[in-house]
């Protein structure tokens, strides 16, 4: 047995090519804070601020961005407890099961032992030398894991309910890994978690957890990782159990081909590393295996990168003498350049403390540094293009030519006002992405930023280009998930937090800007960093305030939940005048209502979870004309308006749009279709503005759009025959200057009311013709059980629920669409499982001579198109029906007509349960 001090420097003997296992952790009797704060300054306050760039690259290259990503209770909080106490963050291993752990802080996290919101964390690894901040030479022949590196991690949910929460962390990551359960494999939350990070073509690596569990099966999930997750699997590790049949002891690493045995009940900081020789004499069924290993993944990278086939062929086509610096080269080539579809694979235990140094060790050494990182999209002024070519000035001069190819007209469009973009974007100081904005009951509210460019100062302007508004940044901290260290600046590729923005929320742009302006110039202002949209919700409830002093506070603590979560959504009923909160699912409105309640401290109570339908149309209007005509507020306001309602045909709103047509937009699942004949729109060589001589002074053509489509919109708010809101209908407005406008007494407030009142009327006209019907949510789902439960399973869904059974065992919609529900037709091909190498599962033959179903504990995957109404508490039943091992993830598919009886049982429901 090798056994490192605890408070020492490892031996020389424990540092090996590939595998840097530090077993000591970093400090000594100084206080947790002082750690963190030596760790993150270095002893130099302003380790973060521009005043040391000469530090910044080395830095930058010596830093990664990582996030956990998995399907719920694969272990990925256990295994985030244990990298902060490897790295010396920690003194003590936090526990889910107690609440003692640092990344799940948050009270409704520790009472209910899950992932509710996403924490980021700074910690250092390997600890030693480097990790003050120091500029260290590397020396090339080892890997990068011999020299300290800074990893911004961030512990994402594993449950449904919460995939906004995933998809807006994921977004600023450079790298990811991916978590599997080595009893469950591939589960149906990890395939919907791998194709949000493939959106954003986010370099991974897999570990497989729990492996200490009985039924665990390394083997079977890997080639579960080529066939559900379309990738070749690069078995980096294998299991070692003890005997072979035994109990999990520990990997074999086949890129440096020793083993690590770990000693059962230990923390994991005494390690027993035996090289191939004397694996050979202790476990010689291991050394072999560890062989085919070795052959396997050298032949597979030799497939995917040209480099190992030389090194291959230098060493005498050895495959055991190719060097362990080569083979990680190669791996991180190929994590790199995702095209080859290689994605290494390691093996551990976290709760029992084994395999996870390895696993940070391989962090460091593959995943990619922010300049190695894909080059995040950006858009600016509806153009679409790399960071990079935003910061040459590219990509502004492409939206300038863009904006002057698409002037009508003969007259072109006079030069931008931003006349030389590469001066504009030299004066830009940084750019960042506002991606969760958190309400701390002690700081305030807390706007965590990935600064993608430039460097974000204490104290500068921030420009927020989604609102078109400007705020201070009064002070900067580095997280370490509930405590904090207060810096001057955040550089390029770091992840850090804003304090004191007052407007800002998740999902926004922001930018500071040279020069006294608060604002920077066109097209800039414009500027989209990874835009992500939002979900549509399926669950409403009401919020009602105890008392009528309190509806303000009530009001206030929900515009905060909305700036932390914009999945959620407030309405106001217009009939009973109650406050609506809408959300994703049953507990992500469980958990609004606990920090409403409890952390915001809202006196207010809320209402059974309800369903959000819609309604829709069953054929066309006639075209009907209201006038609107009436004194608001002492002035005169006038204006007329034709609209026509009828369901969407299935074509795109683009295909009918005409000369005449001034806006065609799909919203909130309905199309709006504004026409003005006759109006000649030109374009004024002044400033390349839309005008029309029919319009009335103080009216331009950009108002009018506004004004027409809210009115249309807030008519489509409330069906004319259930009261749901419309959806899948196509609403066209034709507006006749000669009738409609009326001089000034037209205003927008005019135009938005003849809208309003035109739509309305359309829609009750529908009522004496085709009429309506009521359209309920259709939900994706994917259920796991075994194979013993799957008959019961499959009845209850076609028959009990009104279920369609789409297929078994191979999912489709949820790699067919991605979490807003958008098709994606670029899957990748299949992968032969001949191809793929796993080593063999210890427990996966029965003995001889005895009749064991091996089909009975084998895991099964139901795809079906359930209504949402049937899903609702449906868990419970779920676990009965499977003696508690079934699981279930669903997302939106689309919205469906209602059968006439299934229209009128839930009518029935809602007019006498509620």
């Known amino acids: 047995m090798v056994a490192a001090p605890l408070l020492r420097r490892p031996q020389a003997g424990w540092k090996s090519v590939g595998s840097t296992l530090y077993t000591t952790r970093a400090g000594s009797v100084r206080s947790a804070l002082q750690v963190k704060i030596a760790q993150l300054t270095g002893g130099h306050p302003r380790f973060f601020s521009t005043a040391v760039s000469r530090w910044q690259t080395d830095t930058l290259d010596r830093t990664r961005n990582i996030g956990i990503i998995a399907h719920i209770d694969a272990g990925k909080t256990t295994t985030t407890e244990r990298m902060l106490f490897y790295s010396g963050f920690t003194r003590r291993i936090g526990d889910v099961d107690e609440g003692s752990t640092v990344t799940d802080f948050l009270p409704a996290e520790r009472a209910r032992g899950i992932t509710i919101q996403s924490a980021a964390i700074t910690f250092h690894w390997p600890p030693g030398e480097g990790a003050d901040g120091q500029q260290v030479d590397r020396d090339p022949n080892l890997p990068r894991s011999a020299v300290s590196h800074t990893i911004n991690l961030i512990d994402t949910p594993g449950h449904a309910d919460f995939t906004f929460e995933v998809l807006r962390s994921l977004r600023i990551l450079d790298g990811a890994v991916c978590i599997l359960d080595g009893v469950a494999g591939v589960e149906a939350q990890t395939e919907q978690v791998w194709h949000q990070a493939s959106t954003y073509n986010i370099p991974r690596i897999i570990y497989v957890n729990k492996l200490d569990r009985d039924g665990a099966a390394f083997g079977r999930t890997v080639r579960e990782v080529s066939s559900r997750l379309a990738v070749y699997p690069a078995v980096c590790q294998i299991p070692w159990f003890d005997g072979g049949n035994g109990a999990f002891v520990g990997v074999a690493d086949a890129v440096n081909l020793q083993g690590l045995r770990y000693k059962a009940g230990d923390d994991g900081r005494s390690v027993k590393m035996l090289n191939l020789e004397q694996l050979e004499t202790e476990e010689p069924s291991l050394a072999q295996e560890l062989r085919r290993a070795r052959i396997a993944l050298v032949e597979l990278l030799s497939e995917k990168d040209d480099a190992i086939v030389e090194e291959f062929f230098e060493c005498d086509e050895d495959h055991l003498a190719v060097s362990p610096k080569s083979i990680i080269d190669s791996l991180r080539r190929c994590v790199l350049d995702q095209s080859t579809r290689v994605i290494p694979v ?50 502004i001069l492409e939206q300038n030519e863009k904006s002057a190819a698409s002037v009508k007209g003969k007259k072109k469009k006079k ?158 009923d217009e009939e009973s005048g109650q406050t609506l909160l809408s959300g994703m699912g049953e507990l992500h409105l469980e958990i609004a209502r606990d920090r409403l309640i409890n952390d915001l401290k809202a006196k207010a109570s809320m209402g059974h979870i309800e369903i959000s339908y819609r309604e829709t149309v069953l054929g066309a209007s006639n075209a009907i004309t209201k006038t609107f005509d009436r004194e608001v507020a002492g002035r005169r306001g006038k204006a007329g308006c034709t609209a026509i309602i009828e369901p969407i045909d299935g074509r795109d709103i683009s295909d009918a749009a005409d000369e005449d047509t001034l806006l065609a937009e799909t919203v909130e699942g309905n199309q709006i279709l504004i026409r003005a004949p006759g109006l000649q729109v030109e374009h004024s060589s002044r400033n390349d503005e839309e005008v029309s001589p029919f319009l009335p002074p103080g009216l331009d053509l950009s108002s009018l759009r506004a004004a027409l489509q809210n009115g249309a919109l807030a008519a489509l708010a409330r069906g004319p025959q259930f009261t749901f809101p419309m959806h899948n209908t196509r609403t066209t407005l034709i507006l006749n200057p000669e009738e409609h406008l009326f001089g000034n007494d037209t205003t927008t407030s005019a135009l938005s009311a003849a809208a309003r009142q035109a739509t309305s009327a359309a829609l009750r006209d529908l009522l004496a013709g085709a009429g309506t019907v009521m359209m309920e ?89 359930v209504p949402l109404k049937e899903m609702v508490g449906y868990l419970k039943h779920l676990r009965s029906l499977t003696a508690g091992r079934g699981t279930f993830v669903m997302s939106v598919d689309r919205f469906e007509n209602m059968s006439a009886p299934r229209q009128k049982a839930v009518l029935a429901e809602l007019r006498g349960g509620f």
């Open 346 to 395: 390691f093996a551990g235990a976290s709760f029992r403390n084994m395999g996870v140094q390895p696993l940070l060790d391989s962090v460091v050494n593959l995943l990619p540094s922010p300049p190695e990182s894909p080059d995040p999209e950006v858009s600016i002024g509806g153009v679409t293009g790399g960071l990079r070519r935003l910061l040459s000035g590219d990509l």
């Open 777 to 865: 949510p259709v939900m994706n789902v994917i259920i796991s059980v075994d194979e013993a439960s799957l008959g019961s399973v499959v009845h209850d869904i076609s028959s009990s629920r009104g279920g369609h059974i789409i297929s078994l065992d191979e999912e489709v919609p949820l790699s067919a669409t991605d979490a807003s529900g958008t098709p994606t037709d670029d899957n990748p091909p299949p992968i032969d499982p001949k191809r793929i190498y796993a080593p063999p599962d210890p427990f996966e033959t029965p003995s001889v001579g005895v009749e064991i179903p091996v089909s009975v504990s084998r895991p099964r995957t139901i795809t079906a198109k």
């Open 415 to 572: 030069a931008s006002a931003l006349t030389d973009p590469k001066d504009a974007i030299s004066k830009l100081q940084s750019c960042a992405l506002a991606f969760k904005v958190v309400n701390d009951p002690k700081r305030g509210v807390l706007v965590y930023v990935r600064v993608y460019s430039g460097s974000l100062d204490r104290n500068s302007l921030l420009f927020n280009t989604n609102l078109h508004l400007s705020e201070r940044a009064p002070r900067l901290l580095k997280m370490y998930a509930n405590d904090a260290v207060e810096v001057d600046s955040i550089p390029a590729g770091h992840i850090g937090v804003v304090v004191g923005l007052k407007h800002a929320r998740t999902g926004d742009t922001l930018l500071s800007y040279a020069g006294n302006k608060p604002t920077p110039p066109e097209p800039l202002t414009s500027l989209q960093l990874r835009p992500i949209n939002v979900p549509p919700p399926v669950f409403f409830t009401s919020v009602e305030p105890h008392s009528l002093s309190e509806e303000k506070r009530m009001h206030e603590t929900l515009a905060l939940l909305l700036r932390e979560d914009p999945s959620l959504h407030v309405s106001m």
